[in-house]
């Protein structure tokens, strides 16, 4: 099962509990920005691979630090 559809599933199984506290939207919104731009992970390896210069993936992982 591709991760996409396992976090879905997921999702929707914890929906109600999420829901009670207030906090569904933002899970929901959180998984679905992870899921369309990538991890931290991802993006650091993007970055690097613009340039191979470590000062680039330092950068993006201080802005996304600070956003």
Do not use: F, H
Not at 2 to 30: F, H, K, M, W
Not at 41 to 46: C, I, K, N, S
């Amino acid at each position: 099962m591709p991760a996409r559809e396992q976090l879905n599933t997921l999702l929707r199984r914890v929906r109600p509990a999420l829901e009670s506290i207030g906090e569904y939207d933002c899970v929901a919104a959180e998984l679905d920005r992870i899921a369309t731009q990538g991890n931290g992970a991802m993006r650091q390896r993007r970055a690097w691979q613009k340039r191979g210069e470590m000062t680039d993936v330092i950068a993006e992982a201080a802005a996304a630090t600070l956003s």
